[in-house]
């Protein structure tokens, strides 16, 4: 089915002879760049994990064990966006195959994801006339949204949603940051980073304790995270504390400080114009320092033989005047941080975190405006992800057809480029997730036998 | 509460503290008079802890302001009654603040900040025996544990300028999300997943568990409320327990302003006279970035609201801005809902109240963000050029800035409408739809007088 629907269904069909990568690729499996919603169906039905999400979204509730919730998924909220921008929200489903054939149904452009309710948010109405507010959401994994767009007042190469290989390991340091803080400093364990298919990353916090967190608690975690504040009507970006908190301390130390130094500074040319250079001294609240760098550095444009990069003799020259011993006052110490957090540390935004119903896009989603799949990202690696070389709609359905071949219509992912993505996420998050959720419900279900035995010896 | 203080007695009776933690009603006999009383001295405290909150008083000085409060409206000439007088007014409160939701926020929030600072009055003693009648299952750390983590422990008082001594180098280790404040402040060292909590910073964890407790009590009040009290009280108290909430928390502005609705094209004129400059300035954001983030789109959305721009305008309002950005289609798709949500169209179909100044003032604008109170989040620099645009001579820009520097924020608003309008403005601004609302009346009452001027001089 696939070939033929996909070339019938698109009508500005145009073989791309010309395919320079993979010589062994059979010119007529390629695929036209792009996105649409014949693409999409073939997405839906033959790669999207139907199967994996249910299990995920279950919580381990799926199952024959006697204290498994088994109206749980059905109160989760889903919501699709159709292609004629037609918005549904509150879908909610009973099983499985429930939610699989409605997103092969009506073959949504995007999919979110929202909270766990207290009744099926399908019928939310008949709940509402009550009078008293039952429909409340009750679970929610913890998520953080990172976008580029929001870091444009400190990138150079791109601005709104473009984004490129200078400016994305800005994404990187922000998944490395949060990631080890979630962890480390708040004790989660199940965690799931996502590209979000076009210019930033979403971050899904699955741990039970992460998905009862309150408004308030979740809101505080994205304080925690937050040091940027203020925004162009205000002066100060970013206002450190002497000495750092131990989480700002240990993110500066082992991941900030080297990526500003010895990339960012250099793939941004940081410090290579007036304009971008005067960015810089402005954060420094002492006149007679900025005007004695803003001297040496407008003498320097004429005498520039140095084979040193500019950028990196420029930011060691502001380091030096700022830290020598001359310079008691803590502002100015501080002031080295200070510029490096401006540049580099993660800006979350807030109102996603900080609300439990507010949707997320699910992992796997294909991004319309991009054809890119909205695939996990191993922030034991993050480094080596690559935005540009995510597998996107077209080069999936070229790999789909190449292998039509063959019979074994199950796991019709595994040869194509998406089947790395699936075994991570199966491997790395979904089975170590469900396992701690079976001994969860063991705990609890033990729990309780024991406390009805305690109350029978009454 | 006769019996929660003999327990106390019995069990610290040297470390007797005044604070009650109102666990259940008094079995008391009150008159009707003190019933009300006794409650608008309350409220009285409240009220103040309120506005001095908006003003955007820091922690250091709300202690003060409380224990002022506290001393000018709490006392009874008899010292027995002190302690009677505390409960019952709490508990009168909690019936008038127990049937909305928008009440039960508030009062619970200026109960809580109430209890916080009156619980940092009492003597480390007595702290210790109030959070022993909140059963907190916390323990101390111990010595080796704290050992192992005394450097991070000293950092993190170092960075917030609470260096460590040895007296209070008792350290409780809790769940981080029994302290969401002093997570969010970084003022505790967070390790997997468990805070630790200075022996100075238990005020937190005592006013989490007062918060929740108190909240859970008053949808309880709520229920009998409705199902009983209101009924069997419609004579005696229910009056006065409903007139105590209006008395005092004045308009929410939910409701479009008596002046009338307004129409699109009438916007940038009355913008130019009448709106704060909070307004202005997400007005010209808007119109300059075809585009305002989600706080923006909720200060400013609202406020329109409230000053009588109807659903269909204000979708076409937003939709011209938005679509020279965004495009219409992306419009329709994402924002258009929210702003139908505003309105109770969508959703919990709740009809949302526009912001007023204390709200505005506390919130914390981040990257991109241009709502919040100018007085309060703009640099010097930026608020200077705000009011010269507004054609603020210096004189009364300076007066504007002395207030700000002093963090009068409301205040430094009111004299910017002062001197915009020529009048004075008695009553300060407490709600940027008030500000609105008297604008325009100042502005109609301007005009009469010179359609009269002019219809005199034709005679």
Partial sequence: MTREDIENGSEDMVIDEGKPEGGERMQGNAVPEGFNANYLKVYYGKLFPHADMFKWMSYGNDGKHPACDQSYFGRREFSFTLDNDIYLRFQSFNSASELENSIKEKCPFKIDIGPVYSVDPAKRHAYAQSGDNVFAPVERELVFDIDITDYDDVRYCCSGADVCLDCWPLMTVAIKVIDASLRDDFGFN???????????????????????????????IAEYFRVYKGNENSHKKVSL?????????????????????????????????????????????????????????????????????????????????????????????????????????????????????????????????????????????????????????????????????????????????????????????????????????????????????????? | MEIVRSQRKALHYDAVSTLPLYRSAPPLEVRLEDFELFAMDRLRVLKGISDALSRGKKPEEMGQVVRDLWKANMRHPEASEVVNKDIISHFVLRLAYCRTEDLRKWFLSMETALFRYRFRFESAEAQRALMAEFDLPYKAVSNAEFESTKDKLSQVARSIGLPLSTADAVFYKVPFEEVPELVAGRRVFVHKGHAYVAMNQVVSLVATQFRSHLSKALILTNRKWTSTIREQESNRLAPIVEALCTSYLGPDYSEPRELGDISIKEIDQIAQSSFPLCMRHLFEKLREDHHLKHGGRMQFGLFLKGIGLKLDDALAFWKAEFSQKVGAERFDKEYAYSIRHNYGREGKRTDYT???????????????????????????????????????????????????????????????????????????????????????????????????ENFQAHL
């Fill in chain 2, 354 to 452: 526009p912001y007023s100044c204390q709200k505005i003032i506390s919130s914390s604008p981040g990257v991109g963000d241009h709502h919040g109170c100018p007085y309060r989040h703009f640099s010097e620099e930026n608020l200077r050029a705000a009011l010269g645009k507004m054609r603020l001579n210096n004189r009364a820009v300076e007066d504007v800035m002395d207030k700000v520097r002093s963090r009068h924020y409301q205040l430094a608003c009111t004299l910017t409408f002062e001197a915009i309008h020529g009048t004075s403005c008695d009553a300060g601004i407490n709600h940027p739809n008030q500000y609105f609302t008297d604008s325009q009346k100042n502005l109609q009452s301007k005009n009469q007088s010179t359609v009269q």
């Fill in chain 1, 241 to 458: 504390t002497v000495p750092l908190h131990p989480f700002l301390g240990r993110s500066y130390t082992e991941v900030l400080k080297d990526f500003f130094e010895s990339k960012l500074l250099l793939s941004q040319k940081l410090f290579s114009t007036e304009e971008r250079y005067e960015k810089i001294l402005e954060m420094i609240p002492d006149e007679s320092i900025t005007s004695e760098l803003r001297g040496k550095w407008q003498d320097n444009k004429r005498s520039s033989m140095s084979k040193e990069d500019t950028n990196v003799v420029r930011w060691e020259q502001l380091k030096h005047i700022l830290q020598s011993g001359k310079q008691k006052a803590q502002a100015l110490q501080r002031c080295v941080k200070e510029i490096v957090f401006s540049f580099t540390y993660p800006r979350l935004d807030m109102e996603v975190s900080k609300h439990m119903n507010h949707l997320l896009k699910a992992p796997f989603c294909v991004h319309p405006k991009t054809g890119r799949v909205c695939v996990p990202i191993d922030p034991n690696c993050c480094e080596e992800f690559d935005p540009t070389s995510v597998p996107t709609l077209s080069k999936l359905l070229e790999e789909i057809n190449m292998g039509s071949l063959r019979a074994d219509i199950d796991n019709e992912w595994d040869r194509t480029s998406l089947g790395k993505s699936i075994r991570f996420f199966r491997s790395s998050f979904l089975q170590p997730l469900l396992k701690v959720c079976k001994e969860e419900i063991e705990n609890s279900y033990n729990a309780k036998l024991q406390h009805s035995k305690n109350s029978l010896n009454w």
């Fill in chain 1, 190 to 220: 199940h965690i799931l980073w996502v590209y979000s298919g076009r210019r930033g990353v979403h971050c899904w916090v699955c741990d039970g304790k992460a998905r009862r967190l309150t408004n308030e608690q979740r809101a505080s």
